[in-house]
């Protein structure tokens, strides 16, 4: 958990007030909050007795990235089902997926449902050919994996005083859920909506329900909170909004964003403190979910690198 004080100065914070979590640093596969929920997926994987992971996503997916390398850590296999073309120089996740040795298989499907359905047909065509797979849903945002971020609203709890409202990215919806599930109220979490998925709200409604359930916890109180507003031209599209939030955190608190989820979060944060919606004393956790690598993939080389007139600079 980290003070960030000159950021929170920037944005009229009060001092004390504005904290990240940095689960951009969690201990392998270049790190992000997809570590929190396969930890928990994983356990079960091995409980089960399966050999391969298989799970899937967009080319750039950080989840697919993080369960290549958590197989990799494990010994198990991992078989990763990608939307889209096979790009003939590989970069960013893409890169590291490869890296971490899992196999790619390249499909037409694109939109959420479909992939869902190639995961579960290459899990049948492992256990076809003898092994014993254990598929895991796109963002492994499911009850059990998004019990890993019950265990963070725990860490929250216990690491700030005064009730902090948290924000995070809210992609396939299972941080979010999580951490509603273990923070027992919606009003304490706001999802920046990054496009990823049609009407995230109600699916984190019925997550956030069935993750308390599954965690022996009560139903979360009142109701999703998602913002919207940031998502700009669609998922991963550059916006100008989360291009200031990259350049404010960085040269602010030496803390690097991603374009996709955390900086479309860090804006929405900051839409949110400049509109007064966010109180100047109000307690504010900020939940890096990671994200790196598509940092230096070539969709935002020129986004960055730009025009020079930056803000802090
Ligand atoms: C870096 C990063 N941040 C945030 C998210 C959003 O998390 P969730 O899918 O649990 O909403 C994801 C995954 O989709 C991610 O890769």
Redesign the pocket.
Known sequence: MHRADRLGRELGFEPGALFIKRDDLTAFGVG???ARKLDHLCTEAIERGCDTLVTGGAAQS??VRMTAAVAAMLGLGCVVVLGGREAEAPEGNLLLDRVFGARTVFTAATYSDELEGAILEEAERLRGAGHVPYPIPL?G?SPIGARGYVDAAREIEDETAGDPVVYT????????AGLVAGLGDHSRVVGVDVG?VRRVGDKVTALARETAAASGLMEPRGEVRVAGGQVGAGYGAPTEAAREAILLTARREGIVL?PV??AKAMAGLIADRRAGRLAADQPTVFVH???LPALFTSRYRGWLSGDGASPGS
């Not at 990215?169 to 979010?176: K, Y």
């Open positions: 992000g909050n997809k950080n989840h963002g945002s990215a809210c992609g396939s919806g299972g941080t979010h990823a991603d989820y955390s979910t990671g994200g």
